[in-house]
């Protein structure tokens, strides 16, 4: 219909190099690079909600992961809709699946609070399993775990999962932690009971583990 913008497309190659880190460009580097379309919305740019930020930046401080990298799968989850579905019945902001919202005691899947909480719960989950490797939890988290293990634990070739990757590579600036970059798993007591939280700024006293990334 005239007066509304049009999808584009991209022409996306992939590959992965000697250490097995996934690569995705517009310009093939080597024979193995495999050629790609992606759709790409022209209004798809990186913005948040200033009504969600501080949710955002409390879940993400709590669980060590960028806000960049949560405001990015929010957007291209939901849009910033808290009352998004999709067609298989993903809710909210972060889509949550009815069972990985039951994993997190999830109550209102649409309540922005619990919505962020348990999605950001879940991508710290995914970050663990596949040890830190942000591509590998996103392309987890769009088309589970099972498929990722499928593959090897490479990000599964189906359009849809590697155009979402890179789409929040995109939104966010592909922004990486540098080398050496470390994060800390501290364990507290809180109330007679072990609570535990991440942060990038190493603890003074306590127990903690020191993970790199």
């Known amino acids: 219909m005239a007066g509304f913008p049009r999808a584009a497309a991209a022409q996306i190659y992939s590959w992965r190099d000697q250490s097995g880190v996934l690569t995705l460009s517009d310009r093939p580097q080597n024979a193995a690079a495999r050629a790609i379309t992606v759709p790409v919305s022209p209004s798809l740019t990186a913005r948040s909600s200033p009504h969600f930020e501080p949710l955002i930046r409390q879940h993400a401080s709590q669980q060590g992961i960028r806000p960049d990298l949560v405001r990015a799968v929010i957007q291209v989850e939901s849009a910033f809709n808290p009352r998004a579905v999709s067609p ?5 902001l972060m ?13 209102d899947p649409f309540n922005p609070a619990e919505n962020i909480r348990a999605g950001v719960s879940y991508l710290r989950q995914l970050m663990d399993r596949y040890d830190h490797d942000e591509q590998l939890a996103l392309a987890a988290y769009n088309a589970g775990p099972g498929a990722v293990d499928k593959y090897g634990s490479q990000v599964p070739p189906y359009k849809e999962t590697q155009a979402y990757v890179l789409k929040i590579n995109g939104i966010q600036g592909s922004v990486r932690n540098g080398p050496g970059a470390r994060i800390y798993r501290v364990t507290e007591i809180v109330d007679g009971r072990p609570v535990v939280k991440y942060t990038n700024t190493k603890p003074t006293s306590g127990d903690f583990v020191e993970v790199r990334r």
């Open 88 to 92: 298989k019945g993903a809710m909210g």
């Open 95 to 107: 889509q949550l699946m009815p069972a990985t919202a039951k994993q997190f005691g999830v109550i």
